[in-house]
Every structure is written in C-alpha cells, then in structure tokens.
T-cell receptor, first 112, second 113 residues
Framework: EADIYQTPRYLVIGTGKKITLECSQT?????MYWYQQDPGMELHLIHY???????EKGDLSSESTVSRIRTEHFPLTLESARPSHTSQYLC???????????FGSGTRLTVV | GENVEQHPSTLSVQEGDSAVIKCTYS??????FPWYKQELGKRPQLIID?????GEKKDQRIAVTLNKTAKHFSLHITETQPEDSAVYFC????????????FGKGTTLSVSS
C-alpha cells in the first residue's frame, strides 16, 4: 500500500548517542519534511527537501542533519542526543506543486 | 515570512452543535490553505483544503471559508459527533517554490455526548 513509513515507532536512548530516524515513502512524492511535535502538539519544521540532493533547514535544524540520496528515503540524524530532544518526530511528504502533506505515524523519542 | 495564528486553542461543544476554528495569515501571497485533524496517538490527516481562487468549499459536515481581503480562513464543523474530538491544525502555503507549509498552533476540540 502506498504510504509513508517511519521507524522506529518508539525509541529510548542515552544522552550523547547518535541516532538516525528513518522515513520512507512509496508514493513517488518529490517533497519530504521533518517536524518535531511538542507536548502542546505544535508542529515545528526541522528540515525539508524538494528532491534528490536538495535539503533545506527549518526553524529547529541546528542540532540535526538530513540527507536525500533517493526520492523515497529521507532520514534524520541527531549527532548527539540530549534530553531536550525528547519529543515526537513526524515525517511527511507531498507531490510537486502546492498540495497537502501525508504524514507518517511518527517516532516517539525519549533521551535519558 | 508567513505567520499563521489559530484560535481558539481549546473548544468544547455538545454533540450536535457546530464548531468553528479560525486562522489568520500574514502573507497576502499565500494561496493554499489545508486543514488537518490529529486524533489522540495518531498521525495528522488532511481533512479539507482550499485554494485562493475559491471562497468556500464543503465536504459533508465540514466546510472551509476563505476571506483573502481580511487574510483569514475558517473551519466549520456542523452536527458535531464525539469522533470529531481531536486536535485540528490550519496551515498556509506561501507561493514561493522553496517553502514549506506554515502551521497554526492547533485547536483541541472536545465533543461531549
């Protein structure tokens, strides 16, 4: 089924660890996005991409990196996890042009 | 850049009543306005959207209106049901090619039976 998939669904890691959150979509969408959702549910844009080898920074990008080597894959890496990174991370994708997003089910990250 | 304000932050209604959520945007060039519903523990899902060349759009019990002059758009839910309880997000899309959706902070709607 065409959809967007995030793994892992839940993750608990120690401070200072490097982690990569995976996101893949099978809809052939050109655009992909990473959002952090805080406990108050507000969505904060971390990174986005408009196609292979293109990435842009959002408001919360300073402590993470992304890559877009394949159309379907858009992983997010935290180089050194901190307790302040504890949050839900949502990946989304959309086709070219101005269209709504399809969100993944999210990764709930806890840094201890 | 674009800024989206959403009100109210929480809304409680009785089953069968109507609910209205309002958003204002700052960039008059924005031309696409989607609404998302996020149920507890689930992903946000697109429920309706409107483009700037249209003033109103309806889909069963849900409607969205757009006032470009005033730069605001609203979500209207009629005959609310308990399953409408969720967090609702509005968003605006600037027309520039290199931009992403700008989301409002969300409205928590509670429908009591």
């Amino acid at each position: 089924e065409a959809d967007i998939y995030q793994t892992p669904r839940y993750l608990v890691i120690g401070t200072g660890k490097k982690i990569t959150l995976e996101c893949s979509q099978t809809m052939g969408h050109d655009k992909m996005y990473w959002y952090q959702q805080d406990p108050g549910m507000e969505l904060h844009l971390i990174h986005y991409s408009y196609g292979v080898n293109s990435t842009e920074k959002g408001d919360l990008s300073s402590e993470s990196t992304v890559s877009r080597i394949r159309t379907e894959h858009f992983p997010l890496t935290l180089e050194s996890a901190r307790p302040s990174h504890t949050s839900q991370y949502l990946c989304a994708s959309s086709p070219a042009g101005q269209n709504g997003y399809t969100f993944g089910s999210g990764t709930r990250l806890t840094v201890v | 850049g674009e800024n989206v304000e959403q009100h109210p932050s929480t809304l409680s209604v009785q089953e069968g009543d109507s609910a209205v959520i309002k958003c204002t945007y700052s960039d008059s060039a924005s031309n696409y306005f989607p609404w998302y519903k996020q149920e507890l523990g689930k992903r946000p899902q697109l429920i309706i959207d409107i483009r700037s060349n249209v003033g109103e759009k309806k889909d069963q019990r849900i409607a969205v209106t757009l006032n470009k002059t005033a730069k605001h758009f609203s979500l209207h839910i009629t005959e609310t049901q308990p399953e409408d309880s969720a967090v609702y997000f509005c968003a605006a899309s600037p027309p520039q090619a290199g931009t992403a959706l700008i989301f409002g902070k969300g409205t928590t709607l509670s429908v009591s039976s």
